[in-house]
């Protein structure tokens, strides 16, 4: 029979390309000051559940949210090229005004697209993204002795994730939110899947 595992999904703390609305990609941004006491905030709410593994991202931004977990909990953490955020080819470090000026009709079809297929110029599509992702969150449920697992991840690989878990179409991500330093739960428990928590962000009322 299987037990089943909690998956904890955690987006990264703030950046300065977060602050001044900038795509960031697979580009290794490190945290500011602001996303540096969010993981602190972030790591102080997760201190002290019972959490036997911890998986972040490679980049910069996720591995900085991560390290204050894991000095919480006394675990260490163990990097995955699955949680990367997507790949935005071209786009990358571009505004959402200059990504529709400068690729229009990629951004119209990204938008419309019924099955996330559409990939972004010089890098990634979103069903690419939840394939990835997804295949590795749900093997958390094969590691022996993990009951509750935390992966340090970014927005779209969040967003692809949740909307695998309700079986929401890839078209309507946009109807979901994952703030900065967030984290939302998925539990897989004999072949269902259920989402418990969703963006919860009360930890950083203070910051």
């Given amino acids: 029979m299987d ?16 602050r001044v609305g900038r795509v960031q990609g697979q580009s290794d941004a490190p945290l500011n000051e602001r ?9 102080q709410s997760l201190a002290g559940q019972s959490i036997q593994a911890l998986y972040s991202s490679p980049l910069r931004r996720a591995v900085q949210t991560a390290e204050p977990i894991a000095a919480a909990l ?15 080819g071209e786009m990358d470090g571009l505004t959402g005004a200059e990504m529709r000026e400068r690729f229009p009709a990629v951004m119209s079809a990204w938008l419309a697209g019924p099955d996330g297929s559409v990939r972004l110029p010089g890098g990634e599509s979103l069903d690419a993204v939840q394939a990835r992702a997804w295949s590795f969150v749900e093997s958390l449920r094969d590691q022996d002795g993990v009951q509750t697992a935390v992966c340090v991840t970014h927005y779209f690989v969040l967003l692809a994730l949740i909307a695998r878990a309700v079986r929401l179409p890839l078209s309507n991500i946009s109807r979901l939110r994952q703030s900065l330093g967030s984290f939302s739960v998925v539990e897989f428990r004999n072949e269902r899947v259920q989402v418990s928590k969703l963006n919860e962000t009360c930890h950083l009322v203070d910051v």
């Fill in 3 to 18: 037990a089943g595992v909690k998956v904890i999904l955690v987006r990264h703390c703030e950046t300065d390309h977060n």
């Fill in 35 to 43: 996303g540096l006491a969010q993981a602190a905030c972030l790591a």
């Fill in 74 to 88: 006394g675990i260490e953490v163990r990097q995955s090229l699955s949680l990367m955020e997507i790949d935005a």
